[in-house]
């Protein structure tokens, strides 16, 4: 036989082009065997507390993925019975890996104060490695909600309230989760919840959101396609209605924006019984609609607390013609082929033994600490208050409802967290101080959540007993005492664990309790005061800004939170982290960011309440450091640029020198602001475009460079009702925070 030259290409050309990837023909091979039972087994994921009956439905293969199962030998046995199922298709197990697993880093919030992308990456990597250990290979995170309400109480599990940051850390976490390709270390991240939750009225947790066009696409979607954009496995539906069509129920979002828009080829998977919530919403008549409605819109798997509308109604909507076995295969396929990426058909279950290796390693410990020094943010201090001398402050007294609360420090989605290995911050700073110096303690003040939180059931400590009236005052009385014999009072106040997080939103931003009385008190002893804030969201500390000199915000900084703020109150690290949330005075003026359009002259913009300013307390991207920096030459590569040339991949090039004009080493991140002056729709006063945290020793000087293109300056047209890169000037400033004013401009040429 001869063959000719197309013959010849098409035999070693094309058979490889075109060879199924082996995930999904394994996918397919398992779809051709399945029963429609099984079928809807795989797209069924069950929550799995002790005791939960599910072994018969492991067995029998009825479903195919399990949440909240985190110790090693019930996963084990789990997997043993999936393996007795008749085409032996492993479990997946997921779970809320979001700021770490048994080691606990700062929460997302804190974490994205660090404005640091590879200290996010590495500690979702360990998070993903102790995850996997035990035999978890899903987490449920990133959460990259945009938020710009503090009382919103999942403020605190988001990067705060820019799209630009939040696309940065979205990415930054999916590497760190999944790697380059999914090994044997990693999990599979899942991007949440698409998409609109942050911005529930009122604050109000899974509230309806009412959200225009222009700031779905300008504000909200651009960290969902970030992580898309950065291969994330997965994509949890969110809560709430948007703009009246549940998001769980919403196929614009989920089939024409994730899959043909921005070309997503993983599983979406419905938030815990969104898919049931349907009729409660008022949008799906029963169960079978609901499950047929949330198929039809894109939802892979069901997300259930016992059998969901998946397993209980498509099967007879099947039989009865209202769905497709095409349909239910389309939904199955990915999830099977997500099961083969993550290996769990070569090995499904882990070694018990190296899991207890793996869970809270030292080097674990070390990377926690590391990420809460990074993440701690200098709001103010007057007069260099800090950091504190050990020779000259020997006699401490550490104050608060939050110095010594192992558990209140982590924050919330820390179940594995332990008490035992944390470092509070009354530990941290005994450490530090040794036998030098005299640390004495009191609590103060005594803070509860008035209403009880639906994480109370998973708490591994009990609450203490309520103080009675008289013991409250003999308390708080204790501290002033102390305050009084003290060189210095570090005052560590905020939230508990459960004050911020799912469910736990708030009307006011006061700190909770008698905490500000305590602070009072305490600032009128005279002894200077530092104010540490162990919280979720920002608090209203407007009394503070103006009467205690130091303020370090630690976020809920983890499991080794209070040897990070040691480290830092003694100067041994140097804060450099930043807001990544624009700080109120006081929850009057929320929702605040800084990213708003001028819809005035500019200088009536701080007239906006006739009883206050409508500035912030303190600035987005804001946060002090113990050395100083100047940011100075700032020059742009070229002052016009064409439009298609731009199109084509051309950009502007930015650079500017930061030096360090202090004593001590630290850290600044400089940040590149734009504004588009003109156009078809009004563009917010300014955007961040760029940011990069620098670290330099006393008098070193770098040169920072950053690179505008299509991608920062394009932006949906609420006119237009498109994407446009549009003909116009543009002002560009640099600089430590968003009020940044080294300025420079260019223009973008018609071609
Ligand atoms: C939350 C999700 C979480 C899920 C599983 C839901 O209530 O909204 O963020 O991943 O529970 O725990």
């Known amino acids: 036989m001869r063959l000719g030259l197309p013959a010849l290409v098409a035999f070693f050309v094309l058979p490889a082009a075109a060879q199924p990837d082996p995930a999904t023909a394994k996918a397919n091979a398992l779809l051709a065997q399945l029963t429609l039972e099984e079928k809807i087994g795989q797209i069924s994921q069950f929550f799995a507390f002790p005791g939960m009956p599910i072994d018969d439905a492991v067995k029998t293969g009825r479903v195919g993925s399990l949440l909240f199962v985190t110790d090693p030998k019930e996963i084990n046995r ?11 298709i492993p479990l997946i197990f997921g779970f809320d890996v979001i700021h770490g697993f048994r080691t606990i880093f700062p929460v997302p919030l804190g974490m994205a104060a660090s404005w640091d992308p590879a200290l996010v990456e590495g500690a979702q990597a360990i998070a993903a490695k102790e995850a996997r250990a035990v035999g978890i290979h899903w987490s449920f995170a990133p959460m990259v909600d945009i938020a710009r309400d503090p009382r919103w109480g999942r403020i605190v599990e988001g990067a705060g309230e820019d799209p630009y940051l939040g696309a940065a850390i979205a990415r930054a976490q999916v590497k760190g989760f999944q790697g380059d390709h999914i090994g044997a270390d990693h999990v599979l991240a899942c991007v949440k919840h698409f ?23 300008n504000v909200h979607l651009p960290p969902f396609r970030a992580a898309v ?3 994330v496995g997965s994509v949890m539906s969110a809560y709430m209605d ?4 549940p998001a769980t129920g919403n196929r614009w979002l989920m089939h024409d924006v994730l899959r043909q828009s921005w070309g997503f080829k993983g599983f979406v998977v419905s938030d815990a019984d969104a898919v049931k919530s349907l009729v409660p919403h008022g949008f799906a008549r029963d169960g079978a609609d609901a499950a047929l409605r949330a198929l039809h819109a894109g939802i892979n798997m069901e997300m259930t607390f016992g059998p969901g509308d998946y397993a209980k109604t498509l099967a007879s909507s099947v039989e009865a013609g209202r769905v497709s076995v095409g349909q239910i295969d389309d939904a199955v396929r990915p999830i099977l082929e997500a099961k083969v990426r993550l290996g769990l058909f070569d090995t499904a279950k882990v070694d018990e033994a190296r899991a207890a290796r793996v869970l809270a390693a030292p080097e674990h410990r070390v990377a926690a600490r590391v ?3 990074r993440s701690a943010v200098l709001l103010r201090n007057e007069g260099s208050l800090l950091p504190l001398r050990p020779t000259a402050h020997t006699k401490l007294a550490v104050i608060g409802p939050l110095a010594d609360a192992p558990y209140d420090q982590l924050g919330s989605w820390a179940f594995l967290g332990d008490g035992a290995e944390t470092v509070t911050v009354l530990a941290g700073i005994r450490a530090k101080l040794g036998a030098q110096g005299a640390v004495e303690f009191a609590q103060g003040v005594q803070i509860r959540r008035t209403t009880p939180s639906i994480f109370d059931i998973l708490k591994r400590y009990k609450d203490p007993e309520p103080w009675s009236e008289a013991q409250a005052a003999e308390e708080l009385a204790k501290a002033v005492a102390a305050a009084r014999r003290a060189d210095v009072a570090v005052l560590v106040l905020g939230e508990l664990q ?21 602070l009072e008190a305490v600032v009128a002893t005279g002894t200077p005061v530092v104010l540490v804030l162990v919280n979720g969201r920002p608090l209203n500390i407007a009394w503070a800004s103006r009467h205690v000199p130091a303020i370090l915000e630690a976020w809920f900084p ?9 480290s830092l109150l003694f100067g041994e690290a140097n804060p450099g982290g930043k807001l990544p949330i624009t700080w109120p005075k006081h929850v009057g003026q929320v929702p605040i960011y800084y990213s708003h359009n001028l819809t005035q002259k500019h200088e009536d913009q701080a007239k906006r309440y006739w009883d206050d300013p409508s500035e912030p307390l303190y600035a987005f991207g804001h946060g002090l450091s113990y050395a100083k920096f100047a940011v100075s030459a700032l020059a742009l590569n070229r002052s016009e640029l064409a439009q298609g040339a731009m199109s084509r991949g051309q950009q502007i090039e930015i650079s500017v020198d930061v030096e360090n004009t202090g004593t001590v080493a630290g850290d600044e991140v400089v940040q590149l602001y734009v504004h588009q002056r003109a156009g078809s729709a009004s563009r917010p006063i300014r955007e961040l475009k760029g940011f990069e945290r620098v670290s330099l020793a ?9 690179a505008l293109g299509a991608d920062e300056l394009r932006y949906w047209s609420g006119a237009l009702r498109r994407f446009v890169l549009e003909p116009e000037t543009f002002d560009v400033w640099v600089g430590t925070d968003s009020k940044a004013s080294l300025h420079g401009s260019f223009k973008l040429v018609p071609d």
Do not use: C, H
């Open 78 to 88: 789990l997997q043993d019975l999936a393996a007795q199922s008749r085409l032996r």
């Open 195 to 217: 998409a609109g939750y942050g911005a529930a009225e009122g604050g109000r947790d899974y509230d309806a959101s009412n959200i225009a066009d222009t700031q779905l696409w």
């Open 229 to 231: 954009q950065a291969g």
């Open 242 to 245: 948007l703009n009246d069509v």
């Open 371 to 373: 990420a809460a020094e």
């Open 498 to 518: 459960y004050m911020s997080g799912e469910q736990a939103s708030r009307s006011s931003l006061d700190l909770p309790g008698r905490q500000q009385e305590l």
């Open 558 to 566: 983890g499991t080794q939170g209070g040897a990070a703020v040691a």
């Open 698 to 706: 006393p008098r070193e000087k770098k040169t920072v460079r950053f």
